[in-house]
């Protein structure tokens, strides 16, 4: 399983990725603008700090997104993760991209439909927008998001689907129904892996840990 977190604080990712549960950074173009850095320099500072980072490339023609593409990769090419909007110049950008061997992901897909053509495309990461649907009234987006894995289970196996989890119980759900990878925003992570069970539980040995000091 993959957790990305959705920050472009410094400090928040420093502390974040110490804790072992996060494979880097993602971001979108909300993400990015609250850094108030521009992006080449965010991103030097973002691979210097997570094992992996996502740039999600702007809207345009095929050829503009691709050297995008290659300018932003060059930053650090182990680390930099490509993200491209689902567009039909978009598809044909993954198509490149993937044909370099980069990793990439198709996002702004809203149906599962959709989904299908990122896949023709050659997209093996797939980042769902299925909170558009549910947002007018067309369909849920757990359902959704759970029919484009069941997709991917039967079409493309080696395809994975990044999804955003905006609540905690969502998370077990998506993970149940297969889906590998999520990311947390980065203003619900702090809420998201404070569990008060956890230290309910710890309390209750806390008086045997002070009788073990004593004794020993």
Not at 32 to 55: H, I, S
Not at 100 to 106: E, F, R, S
Not at 146 to 170: F, K, N, R, S
Request: glycine share 6%.
């Amino acid at each position: 399983m993959e957790l990305w977190l959705a920050s472009s604080d410094l400090k928040q990712i420093e502390r974040m990725m110490d804790y072992g549960i996060f494979a880097g950074v993602i971001t979108n173009p909300s993400v990015v603008a609250q850094a108030d850095r521009g992006p080449e320099d965010l991103f030097k500072a973002l691979c210097e700090r997570a094992p992996a980072a996502w740039y999600q490339l702007r809207d345009a023609d095929l050829d503009t997104m691709a050297a995008e593409a290659q300018r932003m990769v060059a930053i650090d090419p182990e680390k930099m993760r490509i993200k491209v909007p689902a567009t039909l110049a978009g598809f044909g950008v993954i198509s490149q991209l993937a044909a370099q061997g980069l990793d990439v992901m198709a996002t702004c897909v809203p149906t599962a439909a959709w989904l299908c053509f990122a896949l023709a495309a050659g997209a093996k990461r797939i980042a769902p927008y299925g909170s558009m649907l549910q947002k007018r009234g067309l369909a849920s987006k757990p359902s959704e998001v759970i029919q484009m894995q069941q997709i991917i289970d039967h079409q493309a196996p080696d395809v994975t689907l990044c999804t955003g989890i905006y609540d905690g119980t969502e998370l077990p759900e998506y993970a149940a129904a297969g889906v590998k990878s999520f990311f947390i925003w980065g203003k619900d992570a702090d809420a998201f892996l404070d569990q008060p069970l956890v230290g309910e539980a710890l309390a209750g040995f806390e008086a045997d840990y002070q009788q073990i000091a004593e004794q020993y």
